[in-house]
């Protein structure tokens, strides 16, 4: 992943790669809205501007959405003033270190 900042907001930016290697051109994003009265404006702008496109969730009492967004769409997006941050939406795996002989 690639980290960006675009004055006060921060972006992380995701290059999604198959097992073939291509890079595709989408990936899944959480989008947070400085104001949760901001959002339906944001969203109705989103759609007109990228052909129809709609959040796969929209987070009823938080101001933030998520789906899937081309890196057109999470530049547009950087742009927008009303938007706090953009952040690749992924699973975080975490290990436990083994304990060794000594520890016991």
Do not use: N
Not at 22 to 40: H, L, M, N, R
Not at 42 to 57: A, C, I, N, S, V
Request: some cysteine.
């Amino acid at each position: 992943s690639l980290s960006l900042s675009l004055d006060r907001v921060h972006a992380l930016a995701c290059v999604v790669v198959d097992r073939r290697g291509c890079t595709q051109e989408a990936a899944s994003y959480i989008v947070g809205v400085k104001d949760v009265g901001d959002k339906p404006g944001l969203l109705g702008e989103l759609e007109e501007t990228f052909d129809g496109w709609k959040p796969r969730y929209e987070y009823a009492t938080m101001s933030m959405f998520s789906g899937s967004l081309s890196p057109q769409q999470v530049s547009w997006l950087l742009g927008d003033d009303r938007v706090a941050y953009v952040e690749c939406d992924g699973f975080v795996k975490m290990a436990r270190r083994k304990k060794s002989d000594k520890e016991l």
